[in-house]
């Protein structure tokens, strides 16, 4: 079935440490791929998005993603957390133009002081 | 976030009763959408509208209705509400399909007991 998968429900790290959050997708065509987060109690904020073109995208916060086709994955990074980063990081994917988001089941991040 | 709220904020209902909640937004946007996040769901489409009083049904729409009588205003509507329905219900909108520029309201807390 077509899908978005993220493989950590919950990661920890400690702050000042590198972040790779981790994307999977599952349809044909090469999707429109998208990293929202999501702080306590509050609602979505877009990190960055691709839709074509340079396969590493930069975003907001300091946070980066690559598109890799072969893997079919969008992977989520940073050079070095911040406490601030703790929230739950949810990857979606647009399938085809004009059809509605399909979003993973989200990645929780706890970062350490 | 500004430009779009979402009433109430809390809500804890009875089984069988019915429910409305509010998405108002003053964007003049002409797309908004009602999702609900559950744990190890990410966010699914419930109803989504693309005009004053067009509508459409997404994923999981069993057991909901909308209503779109004004630009600025999404009404979702549980008419019996049931404990599966218990989630956090975000509402977003989108000025334009196609750019997925979504901004998404704070949510509601919904309890069904």
């Known amino acids: 079935a077509q899908s978005v998968t993220q493989p950590d429900i919950h990661i920890t790290v400690s702050e000042g440490a590198s972040l790779e959050l981790r994307c999977n997708y599952s349809?044909?065509?090469?999707?429109?791929l998208f990293w929202y987060v999501q702080s306590p109690g509050q609602g979505l904020q877009l990190l960055l998005k691709y839709f074509s073109g340079d396969t590493l995208v930069q975003g907001i916060k300091g946070f980066e993603a690559e598109f890799k086709r072969s893997q079919s994955s969008f992977n989520l990074r940073k050079p070095s957390v911040h406490w601030s980063d703790a929230a739950e990081y949810f990857c979606a994917v647009v399938p085809n133009y004009g059809q509605n988001f399909v979003f993973g089941p989200g990645t929780r991040l706890s970062v350490l002081p | 976030d500004a430009g779009i709220t979402q009433s109430p904020r809390h809500k804890v209902t009875e089984t069988g009763t019915p429910v409305t909640l509010r998405c108002h937004q003053t964007e003049n946007h002409r797309y908004m959408y009602w999702y609900r996040q559950d744990p190890g769901h990410g966010l699914r489409l419930i109803h989504y509208?693309?005009?004053?009083?067009?509508?459409d049904k997404g994923e999981v729409s069993d057991g909901y209705s909308v209503s779109r009588s004004k630009t600025e205003d999404f009404l979702l509507t549980l008419e019996s509400a049931t404990s599966s329905q218990t989630s956090v219900y975000f509402c977003a909108i989108s000025e334009a399909t196609g750019n997925y520029g979504y901004t998404f309201g704070s949510g509601t807390r919904l309890t069904v007991v």
């Open positions: 349809y044909g065509a090469t999707p429109y």
């Open positions: 509208s693309y005009g004053v009083k067009d509508t």
